[in-house]
């Protein structure tokens, strides 16, 4: 596997866990989530930088925060139990479709 998307697969599950600890901090007035959350962005971030050396910004924004929103409400369907209606569902889809038209046939980045 290309180190990119490793790395980029990292910051989107440090994203993923800093926003699920978002919820629970109560207004960053839990300090444990809070320091969840922080500590989480900034690796996402860190991580995230990594591949924007060699990719181009916006391939690597739409994918990191394309498949961020897909985990997300994933994480607040199972754990915090929000339901989704069909709209939603269905651009959750073409989010799914977005990135995956990205991967397969960009020639912005290399396969």
């Known amino acids: 596997m290309n180190a990119n998307y490793f790395y980029l697969g990292v910051a989107i599950a440090f994203e993923v866990l800093a926003t ?9 007035t839990r300090l444990l989530p809070s320091i969840l959350c922080i500590v989480g962005y900034a690796l996402a971030f860190y991580f995230l930088s990594l591949p924007l050396r060699t990719m181009p910004v916006g391939i690597i924004y739409a994918v990191w925060s394309g498949a961020g929103i897909v ?14 209606d069909t709209p939603a569902l269905i651009g959750i889809g073409l989010i799914i479709a977005g990135v995956g038209v990205i991967n397969l046939f960009s020639k912005s980045i290399p396969h």
């Open 20 to 28: 699920t600890a978002l919820k629970s901090t109560d207004g960053f």
């Open 71 to 84: 985990l997300i409400t994933a994480v607040g369907w199972v754990l915090f139990r929000q339901s989704l």
